[in-house]
Nanobody, 120 residues
Framework: VQLQASGGGLVQAGESLRLSCAAS????????MGWYRQGPGNERELVAT???????VYADFVKGRATISRDNAKNTVDLQMNSLKPEDTAVYYC???????????????WGQGTLVTVSS
């Protein structure tokens, strides 16, 4: 299983960015997908997750500024972030909780990360 993230880059404060992540390989079923981030000198923290049925969870620091969406047919998850702030600068990692086969257990898989830099 591989998760490929894309969409990071350099933006100015107040601008928007859309991150995308595609899961590929042996995938039987996906329970949830989401995004975490790790800023300079910080621990990795949750940004947003989306679960089967469409239930979403957002960190307080992005509520009202971000929207997470998922395409179950394509095994992709997107994160639209608006009104970006310099403190949003971080490497953003996508995450999937899935079963690779019908007999395997639920496992967490991470993407390689994509850098988002927000200048003031």
């Amino acid at each position: 299983v591989q998760l490929q993230a894309s969409g990071g880059g350099l933006v100015q404060a107040g601008e928007s960015l859309r991150l995308s992540c595609a899961a590929s390989g042996s995938i039987f079923s996906i329970n949830a997908m989401g995004w975490y981030r790790q800023g300079p000198g910080n621990e990795r923290e949750l940004v947003a997750t989306i679960h089967n049925g469409g239930y979403t969870v957002y960190a307080d620091f992005v509520k009202g500024r971000a929207t997470i969406s998922r395409d179950n047919a394509k095994n992709t998850v997107d994160l639209q972030m608006n009104s970006l702030k310099p403190e949003d600068t971080a490497v953003y990692y996508c995450l999937a909780n899935l079963k690779a086969t019908s007999g395997s257990s639920w496992e967490f898989y991470w993407g390689q990360g994509t850098l988002v830099t927000v200048s003031s």
